[in-house]
């Protein structure tokens, strides 16, 4: 019993191969092992998992946006972590104009902004609304960590960046940074 159960699922397997079809999970180790639709299982409920269709994958494998990332490597870190909330990750700002099909779901979805949408940016402080923090808050506060994870324009996003465009970008940075004056220096 046990040699034929290894045997159908050998068989199964092969099957699944043929029809362009691998298993997401931890065993996928780089954009090269995505070499079908990954199967995800019934329980997982990533946004990759509920837009990624065959249709979709279809449209897009083999493909790269205008920095030259593959497709799968946007898809790569959803397909290998089945525990992921959203798991696909935008290679480059054209990765959006490029797998539309994709990234427009998963955006509307997790963020609720529809493609015509547009943001409205409002960089003043002043207008917070931030009510004031006690004294007993306030002295518990040593410091603080804001993150804001983009990229400038003309560089690839994590999935698609390279060591030497980090190396660009953080010597950007930092010349940058140099140059405030005020509250902000430092």
């Known amino acids: 019993m046990y040699n034929g159960v290894k045997e159908m699922m050998k068989n199964e ?26 199967q995800f299982p019934a329980n997982c409920n990533s946004l990759i998992s509920k837009y990624l269709t065959p249709e979709v994958y279809n449209k897009y494998k083999g493909k790269k946006d205008k920095s030259g990332v593959p497709f799968e490597s946007m898809i790569l870190s959803g ?13 480059s700002l054209d990765a959006y104009h490029t797998f539309p099909d994709l990234f427009d779901k998963v ?7 529809k493609k015509t949408d547009k943001h409205v ?30 990229n400038m324009d003309g560089f690839p996003l994590g999935p698609g960046v390279t060591k030497e465009q980090r190396v660009d970008i953080m010597n950007k940075v930092v010349a940058a940074c140099e140059k405030f004056e005020g509250d902000l220096k430092g």
């Open 13 to 38: 397997m092969e099957l699944m191969t043929k029809a362009g079809i691998i298993f997401s999970g931890s065993h996928l180790k780089s954009n090269e092992d995505i070499t079908g639709f990954p």
């Open 107 to 113: 955006i509307e979805d997790y963020h609720g902004h």
């Open 121 to 150: 940016s409002d960089m003043d402080f002043t207008k917070l609304k931030c009510p004031p923090f006690t004294a007993d808050e306030s002295a518990m506060i040593l410091s603080t960590r804001i993150r804001v994870g983009r």
């Open 79 to 91: 397909a290998q972590n089945v525990d992921s909330g959203v798991g696909v990750y935008a290679g």
